[in-house]
């Protein structure tokens, strides 16, 4: 079945500065690629999401790249600001369900 | 956008005693509601998909005789806890899908204590 690691565990930037989440996954016939955002106490909620037949995806401050042929793809944040703060999971859609990474807990430092 | 609602967003039980927690789709009809635990910082552990009308299936690992699922209609689905213990004390997290292949809607979470 499908495996999703996801990296660093903790990243921790200064205000103003860009986040880099990474994530592998291991079943080629993935094809959707949701990233969600997790305040504590909370259900996740989606923040960006990216399909196979495209190499990039960009809202505002939040991008997205995949990479079919590496199987990887990543969340960049740019211009984080204090309330970026939180727990970010990448998923994979694999066999009609979604497969999350072990998560990432941003801080953003004023 | 899509609202999925979950109901309670905490509850406290006794050893032995079960517990229902609801799953609904507010303003839209889910084909597929799936249920997932989630323990103090880890991530989503997805425990079983839910399809309205039939069996759910279940995650190896997961016991379907104590997660009791139910899929009555394609707004509800509900998770029964049976004779909870202290080691199902967690954070379940519900959400359910319009289509296959398409955007997930969490609900908010459930978090159980069993005292």
């Known amino acids: 079945g499908e495996n999703v690691e996801q990296h660093p565990s903790t990243l921790s930037v200064q205000e103003g500065d860009s986040a880099v989440i990474k994530c592998t996954y291991s079943?080629?016939?993935?094809?959707?690629f949701p990233w969600y955002k997790q305040e504590l106490g909370k259900g996740p909620q989606l923040i960006i999401d990216?399909?196979?037949?495209?190499g990039e995806k960009k809202d505002q401050r939040i991008a997205v790249t995949l990479n079919k042929t590496a199987k990887h793809f990543s969340l960049h944040i740019t211009e984080t600001q204090p309330e970026d703060s939180a727990v970010y999971f990448c998923a994979a859609h694999s066999g009609g369900k979604l497969i999350f990474g072990q998560g990432t807990e941003l801080s953003v430092k004023p | 956008g899509a609202v999925v609602s979950q109901h309670p967003s905490w509850v406290i039980c006794k050893s032995g005693t079960s517990v229902k927690i609801e799953c609904r789709s507010l303003?839209?009809?889910?084909?597929?509601m799936f249920w997932y635990r989630q323990f103090p910082k880890q991530s989503l552990m997805l425990m079983a998909t839910s399809n309205e009308g039939s069996k759910a299936t279940y995650e190896q690992g997961v016991e379907k005789d104590k997660f009791l699922i139910n899929h009555a209609s394609l707004t509800l689905s509900t998770l029964t806890v049976t004779s909870a213990h202290p080691e199902d004390s967690s954070f379940y997290i519900c959400?359910?899908?319009?289509?296959?292949?398409?955007?997930?809607?969490f609900g908010q979470g459930t978090r159980l204590t069993v005292v």
């Open positions: 079943d080629s016939a993935s094809n959707y």
């Open positions: 959400s359910a899908i319009k289509e296959m292949n398409t955007e997930a809607f």
């Open positions: 990216i399909r196979s037949n495209v």
């Open positions: 303003d839209f009809q889910a084909t597929t």
